[in-house]
């Protein structure tokens, strides 16, 4: 027939499909990340890399040289570049599984970050004789994330020189500066608690020492700890309590499993009654995909996710990415899967990234946002509490104010439904209405 594409897509609608990604036969939908603690624009960067270098042990020269880049809940990055260009390398530092030689990889300490591998029919390598409810089931008992965990294990540190401390008085935790003060010097074997020190803005561990009881504890400041050594320890501790806040109303039954798995294109017989070795290549993807998400991620890093899928599954992720309110950072030789998610490519050239374009939010970005003079915070419900900063208020008033914030403390410790922070808010906020005249 005459005409161009338009004219065959108008004529034959059943072939849309091959030539526009869309999400008409098939849908994906992806959990809602959450709130981030202090983070209230979803444009601002919860991960970052500063001129980070690294260099395997076995080359003579460094792999990735001078990374610097940042990853927000709105990126929608495409990392591109020839093999060998260093793009699997930083993408390897950026999820945690490798230490860079040099350079500084930050992140938020309750962000959570998945990942699904190139070849990711590796985290289905040991359950193909379980069906995918029992996979995920397995993955993240005891609230947390056993694959996160292992590849945190796994991990080599790089040398660093290490500041000893020693504890004086049984209160006070110093800096060793003689060999006498180096003999008393401590070590952490295990991280009990963590909150945040709201005057420095900084987060402080519950530390128990090896060899001491735990009469001995002491809190310690996050940037003391690491300078101790304890690198690994700190970020398994934050891996911990990222996972159990994505999990907290998330039961692990089947009946939620299978939900889950629906909203990746499993349905409930195959989720729970056949084996993930029976399953197509498709099928597979798309639990490993579930599975990621399982924790409501922040940040999603896809390596190849176009391997083994259709085009009706191709399309339905395209839209779930365009309303995911995560960051995403896609590796895709799939130029008009790639073109059609991201705003912004990294593009890696023998070590070193390059950066074009934006990644732009469309939505909202304010999450916990101050109104007409009132603090609104946001629970884990997605609810959001007013907390009232009016100044002058009536007996009666103070009165109906005071009762209203007891009760959010008391609902919120009971139901777990606001952080200890927002808690401590509350409190202090109680205390000054007890106390103004």
């Known amino acids: ?65 001078d990374i ?78 056993k694959e996160s965990l292992d590849l945190l294990n796994k991990k080599k540190e790089v040398d660093k020189e290490v500041t000893k401390y020693f504890i004086r008085e049984g209160t006070t935790l110093c800096q060793c500066y003689s060999p006498a003060e180096e003999k008393l010097a401590v070590e952490p074997e295990a991280i009990i608690n963590r909150h945040e020190d709201k005057k420095a803005k900084t987060k402080e561990y519950e530390v128990k020492w090896r060899g001491k009881s735990t009469d001995c504890n002491l809190w310690v400041k996050r940037d003391v700890l690491l300078s101790m050594g304890a690198e690994k320890m700190v970020q398994k501790f934050d891996e911990k309590m990222a996972a159990e806040a994505g999990l907290q109303f998330k039961p692990l039954t089947t009946s939620a499993i299978e939900k889950h798995l629906a909203d990746f294109g499993i349905d409930p017989e195959d989720a729970s009654h056949t ?26 890093v896809l390596d190849e996710p176009t391997n083994y899928l259709d085009r009706d599954s191709l399309g339905a992720l395209v839209q779930a990415i365009h309303d995911y309110k995560g960051g995403v950072i896609i590796i895709s030789h799939n130029r008009e899967f790639a073109g059609a998610v991201c705003q912004e490519k990294w593009i890696m050239d023998k070590g070193r990234l390059r950066r074009e374009g934006e990644s732009v939010a469309t939505r909202e970005e304010e999450e916990v946002k101050e109104e007409l003079g009132d603090k609104v915070v946001i629970d884990a419900l997605g609810n959001e509490i007013k907390v009232n900063k009016q100044t002058t208020l009536s007996d009666k008033e103070k009165k109906k104010e005071i009762k209203r914030i007891q009760k959010l403390i008391t609902d919120g410790k009971k139901k777990k439904t606001i952080s200890e922070d927002e808690i401590l808010d509350l409190e202090l906020k109680l205390e000054e209405l007890k106390t103004a005249p």
């Open 1 to 65: 027939m005459k005409g161009n594409l338009n004219d065959f897509v108008a004529k034959f609608p059943e072939k849309k499909s091959y030539f526009i990604l869309t999400n008409e036969k098939v849908r994906f939908v992806f959990p809602e990340p959450g709130p981030l603690e202090g983070v209230k624009s979803l444009s601002k960067h919860i991960l970052k890399m500063t001129g980070v270098t690294f260099q395997y042990p076995t080359r003579d020269k460094p792999t990735v040289m």
């Open 68 to 145: 610097c880049l940042e990853v927000s809940r709105v990126s929608r990055v495409a990392v591109i570049g020839p093999n060998g260009a260093g793009k699997s390398t930083a993408i390897k530092l950026l999820i945690g599984e490798l230490t860079p030689s040099e350079g500084v990889i930050t992140k938020h300490p309750n962000m959570r970050l998945a990942y699904v591998a190139q070849h990711a029919f590796f985290h289905l390598e040991k359950h193909l004789n379980e069906t995918p409810a029992q996979y995920i089931m397995w993955r993240f008992a005891g609230n947390e994330d």
């Open 275 to 300: 084996l993930i070795k029976s399953l197509s290549g498709g099928q597979k993807i798309k639990v490993v995909m579930a599975a990621c998400f399982w924790q409501n991620p922040h940040i999603i």
